[in-house]
Nanobody, 121 residues
Framework: QVQLVESGGGLVQTGGSLRLSCAAS????????MGWYRQAPGKQRELVAT???????NYADSVKGRFTISRDNAKNTVALQMNSLKPEDTAVYYC???????????????WGQGTQVTVAS
């Protein structure tokens, strides 16, 4: 069983910063791509940023230059530093990871429970 646990959400004013963290734990052989997604009320879940084991990153156009994703392979963690936050960044943010539970298993995608980020105007 693999668990992803997020932390760091909250309420912030426009222009402020927040840092989200996510830790993968449980039965883990390897963690491949990790990423952050978000879902605002009434909208579909969308990609925010992803990062490979080799630290190759990909960002949604809406967050480029403001958000930075990073990971620690030794600790199986991923973080999202969010700066210059805007009201439109308000959403539930989900951590996701492609995890291989053992050398005998195919990799699967796992999700965290989500953490609320609210940016007040």
């Amino acid at each position: 069983q693999v668990q992803l646990v997020e932390s760091g959400g909250g309420l912030v004013q426009t222009g402020g910063s927040l840092r989200l963290s996510c830790a993968a734990s449980g039965s883990i052989f390897s963690v491949n791509n990790m990423g952050w997604y978000r879902q605002a009320p009434g909208k579909q879940r969308e990609l925010v940023a992803t990062i490979t084991r080799d630290d190759l990153t990909n960002y949604a156009d809406s967050v480029k230059g403001r958000f930075t994703i990073s990971r620690d392979n030794a600790k199986n963690t991923v973080a999202l530093q969010m700066n210059s936050l805007k009201p439109e960044d308000t959403a539930v943010y989900y951590c996701s990871a492609i995890v291989q539970a053992s050398r005998y298993n195919y990799p699967g995608r796992y999700w965290g429970q989500g953490t609320q980020v609210t940016v007040a105007s």
